[in-house]
């Protein structure tokens, strides 16, 4: 099996194998000639290797072209080579992301707050009894501890550190207020369909169990199916208000609200790093952990704390980036709205600017691997037969989905090594022949040398 390529070797080539630093001149070029003597017996650097040779354009969009499209309406696709350069596209119009807009969503998010930002839930004290749940939107809170790396806070801990300091202050009864103030406006998106809405999070900065908290596994599969709170911070404070009552502190009684200016923090549990809580968003798709971090990157850029600043924020990113193309339209970070639009070069732009920088290495960890991982996985109905078996292992991309709606953006190394970046879309089709279109195009560019 081809080893996968790391983000620093895709960064030297987008780069032409050279780093240069501000100014122009190679970090490794002296600014001045060396003397005759030091030239003499330096010994002699070896040439770079060459980068792999890329596909011909043509040859390439011949081969995805006789990929079968049985019952495919509206299709299109890009395919870029390491080097930025469009290979191939067809149909090349904004259409239905679907879930491939978590990547945009987590770009900005890995951009803005950085790999290494964390999300605090806090308990603070007036000192008269009255203590106040203050929500910081981490997406991973659960009611009790998880192996899951993305789930590293939880009520037990809290709860265990609040009832020590109400202890530690003699207090034995409490009220308990809880405060989701940091996101506003509604919790449930307008564009969303009000038929998933027995499942689908609202999305509040104060949840426990991804807005479910009746959920007892932590597991991708239960917290997507199972039951959504209606009002989630009201239920996550509920739990936790159980979790003091059960060690000994008495509970009066569970409110709305925030602690006055001179309370102080008493406990709080921290999140896992941004970097890790993208993983795992990317790799099950997780559509309120997107649409959290969507609200936390229009906070920090000072757009507000709704759907529509997430969505404006965004789209501000893209468009600082240079992503954004005429047509293309934000609508939530998640990709459960069928009114966003982004095109396949739209997309597959984005995956060549995760590929040459760090920063975004997150991003490409949390991709499905065909095959193999996530929503890509043969148990997920993915690279299952005789014809996407070459892609299997190879292929990196996240997938989107809605009714008549199957999209993938990532990258592959094809039979020469070259990294080919794609975006393949397409809508009003059965999920099956879209699925199989999808995944048999991109296995096209694992087995291509199409030169």
């Not at 904004?94 to 290494?116: E, F, H, N, W, Y």
């Amino acid at each position: 099996m081809r080893a996968r390529v790391g983000w620093l070797v895709l960064a030297l080539l987008l780069s032409g194998c050279a780093l240069v630093p501000p100014g122009g001149q190679s970090a490794e070029t002296p600014s001045a000639t060396p003397p005759a003597s030091a030239s003499a017996t330096a010994t002699p650097e070896p040439e770079p290797e060459p980068p792999p040779p890329l596909p011909d354009g043509p040859t390439l969009k011949k081969l995805l072209q006789k990929v079968g499209r049985t019952a495919l309406k509206d299709y299109g696709y890009a395919v870029y080579g390491y080097d930025g350069v469009l290979l191939a596209a067809k149909g090349d119009e904004p259409m239905v992301p679907a879930s491939t807009t978590k990547v945009i969503t987590a770009l900005a998010a890995l951009d803005v707050l950085g790999p290494q930002h964390t999300f605090a839930t806090r308990v603070l004290s007036d000192g008269s009894g009255a203590i106040t749940l203050v929500g910081g939107g981490d997406p991973g809170l659960m009611s009790a501890p998880s192996e899951v790396k993305a789930q590293a806070a939880n009520l037990d801990t809290l709860a265990a550190l609040t009832v020590a300091a109400l202890q530690a202050a003699g207090t034995a009864s409490v009220t308990l207020q809880y405060d989701e103030s940091l996101f506003c406006g509604e919790l449930y998106a307008k564009s969303w369909k009000s038929k998933w809405s027995g499942y689908t999070s609202r999305v509040s900065a104060l949840t426990v169990n991804n807005g479910k908290s009746t959920v007892d596994s932590t597991g991708a599969r239960a917290l997507s199916l199972g039951k959504a709170d209606t009002d989630p911070a009201k239920a996550a404070a509920k739990v936790f208000a159980q979790k003091l009552k059960a060690a000994g502190v008495k509970v009066k009684q569970v409110r709305a609200g925030q602690a006055d200016d001179g309370a102080a923090e008493i406990a709080r549990v921290t999140s896992a790093p941004l970097g890790t809580i993208v993983r795992r968003m990317l790799r099950y798709s997780e559509n309120f952990t997107a649409e959290v971090l969507a609200r936390q990157v229009a906070i920090a850029q000072g757009k507000g704390c709704n759907f529509a600043k997430a969505s404006a924020a965004l789209t501000s990113w893209m468009k600082a980036k240079g992503l954004w193309q005429d047509g293309d339209k934000i609508d939530g970070g998640s990709g459960l709205s069928s009114k966003a639009r982004l095109s396949p070069s739209t997309l597959a732009k984005a995956v060549l600017l995760a590929l040459g920088d760090a920063k975004y290495a997150d991003a490409l960890d949390g991709f499905p691997v065909a095959g193999k991982s996530g929503t890509l996985s043969k148990k997920a109905g993915r690279f299952n037969d005789k014809a996407e078996k070459a892609g299997i292992g190879v292929v990196h991309a996240k997938t989107g989905s809605l009714t008549g709606i199957a999209t993938l953006a990532g990258y592959v190394e094809d039979a020469d090594g070259a990294i080919l970046v794609f975006a393949f879309m397409s809508a009003h089709a059965g999920q099956t022949s879209a699925f199989n279109w999808i995944d048999r195009s991109a296995t096209v560019l694992a087995t291509c040398g199409c030169r």
